[in-house]
């Protein structure tokens, strides 16, 4: 299993960015796909995460970390095993390496398991 992320780059602070990650390989599966960041000197960190795009009952659940709601919009695409993440208002604090992640099975017989992409940078200059 592979991620690819795309996207960020460098923008103005109160300027948009979109970064999309798309999952292949042996992937049976996908329970759901998000964005961890890590910001400099700091722990890596949840930004959002969703299932929605991979589930179909009621169980589906979008959650962003405090600070950036009202600013980010993740989104997924089930069929394109992909999930998207607009940036908006953005912040020189919101400037860090974005990481892309999957939790998913890549067998009905496998357990779940969490993918890491390799990260994107995202620098807001003030």
């Known amino acids: 299993v592979q991620l690819q992320a795309s996207g960020g780059g460098l923008v103005q602070a109160g300027g948009s960015l979109s970064v999309s990650c798309v999952a292949s390989g042996e992937i049976f599966s996908i329970n759901s796909m998000g964005w961890y960041r890590q910001l400099p000197g700091k722990q890596r960190e949840l930004v959002a995460v969703?299932?929605?795009?991979?589930?179909?009952?009621?169980?589906?659940?979008?959650n962003y970390t405090e600070s950036v709601k009202g600013r980010f919009t993740i989104a997924a695409d089930g069929v394109e095993s992909t999930v998207y993440l607009q940036l908006n208002s953005l912040e020189p604090e919101d400037t860090g390496v974005y990481f892309c992640?999957?939790?998913?099975?890549?067998?009905?017989?496998?357990?779940?398991?969490?993918?890491w992409g390799p990260g994107t940078l995202v620098t807001v200059s003030s």
């Open positions: 969703t299932n929605s795009g991979f589930r179909t009952d009621d169980n589906v659940f979008t």
């Open positions: 992640y999957a939790e998913l099975w890549e067998h009905d017989y496998t357990p779940k398991r969490s993918y």
